[in-house]
């Protein structure tokens, strides 16, 4: 059975190989045993001088469109819906009361979303300052198990490099695993 072989590209600061870039390619063999096979920091340059010049290992430089934004009513109907199953009836009343007004036409929603929609015209992604602000830098939870899932896994003691590289592997071909066997079904 011949080896399976995985690429993958990750960047930092703008894009698949941004400023700082790692490529992984990992093997596995018929015995389920991985390598791992990278190479980092400004590997844009280095596509095309001994790696090759295949166009599969060439990242996409079409942009990615612009992050929606949902219109006023449908966010205020989402909030509620999340609202509603939270508080006893009495208070939905209200809650629903305040929403109606931030919604009207002389309440702040409209000017609110105008400002939004103004941001989305002049950022690639309007949400993203604050998102970054909100679930990472000004959260005061313990960031590592309430936003990386992975954090949670018990401490694997790798001594040797090899054992670092099946490690990395093995996360990576979980990741692939999940990525085709649930989402893409």
Same mark, same amino acid.
């Given at each position: 059975?011949?080896?399976?072989?995985?690429?993958?590209?990750?960047?930092?600061?703008?894009?698949?190989?941004?400023?700082?870039?790692?490529?992984?390619?990992?093997?596995?063999?018929?015995?389920?045993?991985?390598?791992?096979?990278?190479?980092?920091?400004?590997?844009?340059?280095?596509?095309?001088?001994?790696?090759?010049?295949?166009?599969?290992?060439?990242?996409?430089?079409?942009?990615?469109?612009?992050?929606?934004?949902?219109?006023?009513?449908?966010?205020?109907?989402?909030?509620?819906?999340?609202?509603?199953?939270? &508080?006893? +009836?009495? #208070?939905?009343? /209200? $809650?629903?009361?305040?929403?109606?007004? @931030?919604? *009207?036409?002389?309440?702040?929603?409209?000017?609110?979303?105008?400002?939004?929609?103004?941001?989305?015209?002049?950022?690639?992604?309007?949400?993203?300052?604050?998102?970054?602000?909100?679930?990472?830098?000004?959260?005061?939870?313990?960031?590592?198990?309430?936003?990386?899932?992975?954090? &949670?896994? +018990?401490? #694997?003691?790798? /001594? $040797?490099?090899?054992?670092?590289?099946? @490690?990395? *592997?093995?996360?990576?071909?979980?990741?692939?695993?999940?990525?085709?066997?649930?989402?893409?079904?």
């Amino acid at each position: 059975m011949p080896a399976k072989v995985f690429r993958a590209f990750v960047g930092l600061d703008g894009g698949v190989c941004g400023e700082w870039s790692l490529f992984l390619e990992f093997e596995e063999n018929e015995n389920k045993e991985c390598w791992v096979f990278c190479g980092c920091s400004g590997f844009e340059k280095s596509i095309g001088k001994g790696m090759g010049t295949d166009a599969s290992l060439i990242p996409d430089d079409a942009p990615l469109p612009k992050l929606p934004l949902p219109p006023l009513q449908q966010t205020v109907d989402r909030y509620l819906d999340a609202v509603r199953p939270l &508080v006893p +009836p009495a #208070a939905f009343e /209200r $809650t629903r009361n305040i929403a109606k007004a @931030f919604a *009207a036409p002389a309440g702040p929603g409209p000017r609110l979303q105008r400002a939004l929609e103004k941001r989305r015209e002049c950022t690639a992604n309007w949400a993203y300052e604050w998102w970054l602000a909100d679930m990472y830098l000004n959260n005061p939870l313990p960031l590592p198990i309430n936003s990386n899932p992975g954090m &949670v896994f +018990p401490p #694997a003691v790798a /001594r $040797t490099a090899e054992e670092r590289a099946r @490690f990395t *592997a093995r996360m990576v071909l979980s990741a692939v695993r999940y990525q085709t066997d649930v989402l893409d079904k």
